[in-house]
């Protein structure tokens, strides 16, 4: 009966053992970078939230793929996984990157990739490892110029580099008004008359403004050791409307004529024509000083709320010359173009009114009216 029971007993142990013999431990994984770094862990192509270095828990026993990915990285590797065990893996990034292209003038101008010299223009390409970067070319009467990049993997960049002749040049200008502001590439330098030395060769633009004026700039091209002349000469902002403002201009003989007859002499008539005694040039002078009007009227509109609203925004403001070469000057353009008109239309209107055939006026020295 014993020896019954106690069999019984050590086949219940047997068995114990033996399903305990089936159920396998999981393991774990530590991965790392050769040289350190932070980049994101992938097993059997699943991310797992973790960045190098870091250890990968409760991993199922056999084989497993690891990979580690990133901007300048990709990289798998496979590991073996045993029961209850930690396995390392250590990763050794390999040299990839990208492609770039440098094109540069001068011709012979040298190029540096992170200050290690890689050739001479024109052209240049080559294979680049990700990740940031600077080159700076260099030439003998040049400028060096120096551009940073990112490059990822896999990306091709091309860069085009155009050195400036070194060296300076000088600007003489001379301005009218004499106590007009001068600026150069928008930011100011002096009043009146002024030599500008020690400016850089290339272009430039250089112009002056004064209150009341309307403002001026050029553009002007430096080069090394020379003088460049430049005269500046602002017109004043009532010149462009004195042709509306001035009143018609009689002849000064004709006013002392008048003026001087203690009796008043009778203007002789002419005969009334068909169409009411009103004949073409009666018309015309009518629709002439009709277009005088309307037309001196715009100038005025226009230079009012249009031309003096962007040229005190220009002032203000931005100080932008390619707005006041694009708004301000246009504007001004068109107010001038119409004062113009108005005071050619009220020439010849008054032709018109006061002059006949014989070409003398018609207050009292003509048979006109």
């Given at each position: 009966m014993k020896a019954a029971m106690l069999s019984r007993l050590i086949s219940i142990f047997a068995i114990f053992l033996a399903f305990s013999g089936d159920v396998s431990a999981n393991g774990d994984i530590y991965v790392s970078l050769t040289g350190g770094g932070e980049e994101e862990i992938f097993i059997d192509g699943e991310p797992t939230g973790e960045v190098t270095p870091a250890t990968l828990l409760d991993v199922i026993p056999g084989n497993h793929e690891i990979s580690v990915r990133g901007a300048c990285v990709d990289i798998t590797q496979t590991v073996a996984v045993a029961d209850g065990r930690v396995s390392r893996i250590e990763l050794t990034p390999a040299e990839v990157g990208g492609f770039m292209e440098v094109s540069v003038s001068p011709e012979n101008a040298r190029v540096f990739l992170d200050d290690q010299p890689v050739?001479?223009?024109p052209y240049l390409a080559m294979e680049v490892a990700c990740g940031d970067h600077e080159v700076?070319?260099?030439a003998l009467q040049h400028q060096t110029k120096t551009e940073s990049f990112e490059l990822s993997m896999g990306e091709a960049i091309r860069l085009n580099v155009n050195l400036m002749q070194s060296g300076n040049g000088s600007i003489s200008v001379l301005v009218t008004p004499i106590d007009a502001v001068?600026?150069?590439?928008?930011?100011?330098v002096g009043e009146g008359p002024i030599t500008l030395e020690s400016v850089p060769n290339g272009e430039h633009r250089i112009g002056a403004?004064?209150?009341g004026f309307i403002p001026i700039d050029q553009a002007i091209s430096i080069v090394t050791g020379e003088v460049t002349l430049v005269e500046l000469t602002l017109v004043e902002e009532q010149a462009l409307t004195s042709l509306e403002a001035q009143p018609t201009t009689i002849d000064p003989t004709v006013t002392e004529v008048i003026t001087t007859e203690s009796t008043p002499t009778p203007l002789p008539t002419q005969p009334l024509t068909e169409a009411g005694g009103l004949d073409w040039r009666d018309y015309s002078a009518a629709a002439m000083v009709t277009t005088s009007f309307v037309t001196g009227y715009l100038s005025w509109k226009n230079w009012s709320?249009?031309?003096m609203v962007r040229y005190n925004k220009y002032v203000t403001e931005n100080r932008d010359v390619d707005y006041y070469n694009d708004q301000v000057m246009p504007s001004w353009g068109v107010s001038m173009g119409l004062a113009a008109v108005s005071g050619i239309s009220l020439l010849t209107g008054s032709y018109f009114l006061f002059y006949d055939d014989s070409g003398t006026t018609s207050l009292g020295l003509s048979g006109r009216f």
């Open positions: 050739g001479a223009g700076r070319v260099t001068i600026l150069l590439d928008g930011t100011r403004m004064l209150d709320d249009v031309t």
